[in-house]
């Protein structure tokens, strides 16, 4: 696929917002066109997004709305749904219809409302959080994958949310998730203060994935598809 649309639930939260990003950062290491598709920016989640501002270095249609997603899909466009898997939660429901490749990363539990036509699911209810997900996926997905301290910080923030700083729901691989954006620059004190971290508390909502993603950035026939 040449271009990839990403969204999460809609009113976006940050767990939704950093797994977004980390598809961003695998996408560009393959020179791909990744938008995120993001209607409405909540007050805890405005001060994570500017950080990602043309003035940054960052594409000036980097953030897209769901219609402008509507009008600029066509058939090289893949959709990558993260932190959800029920269709009438995400950002845009309609582009679900349109869409010929779709691919899922969730840490909730699978309902019936579920996106049934997606060539790739990697439902896991174990993780703490999509951004859990997204950074085991980017840890192994390229050995020269680099990140800014932003994107490391947007990871790192939807663990730390939906653990309610690593209090519940943390496992092994939650340690070696955040471990790994460490190294790629994740500062704790800096995501605190950027979150205001004390009125987000509990904001949280309630072959490998590694391999998938890199096949279906890089044009390979998906199972399924």
């Known amino acids: 696929r040449d271009k990839f649309l990403v969204m999460g639930h809609s009113i976006c939260d940050i767990d939704a917002f950093g797994a977004a990003i980390g598809i961003y950062c695998a996408g560009r290491q393959l020179g791909k066109k990744v938008q995120i598709v993001l209607d409405e920016v909540t007050t805890s989640l405005r001060p994570v997004k500017e950080n990602f501002a043309p003035e940054k270095g960052y594409p000036n249609d980097l953030f897209i709305s769901s219609q402008q997603a509507l009008e ?23 582009l679900l219809n349109k869409a010929k490749t779709i691919v899922v990363f969730d840490h909730h539990r699978q309902s019936k409302d579920v996106i049934k036509n997606a060539v790739l699911s990697y439902m896991e209810p174990y993780a703490s959080s999509t951004c859990e997900m997204i950074a085991e996926v980017l840890q192994y997905f390229d050995e020269d994958i680099k990140l800014s301290t932003s994107e490391a910080d947007s990871i790192y923030a939807g663990i730390l949310i939906d653990t309610n700083n690593f209090m519940t729901k943390t496992g092994v691989r939650t340690f070696e998730a955040a471990a790994y954006l460490r190294r790629c620059g994740a500062e704790v004190t800096r995501v605190r203060k950027m979150l205001r971290y004390e009125g987000l508390q509990g904001q949280g909502r309630g072959g490998t994935p590694c391999a998938g993603i890199q096949r279906l950035f890089c044009h390979q026939r998906m199972p399924g598809g």
Do not use: F, L
């Open 72 to 94: 600029t899909y066509d058939y090289h466009t893949a959709v990558i749904v993260v932190d959800t898997s029920r269709p009438s939660y995400t950002e845009c429901p309609q």
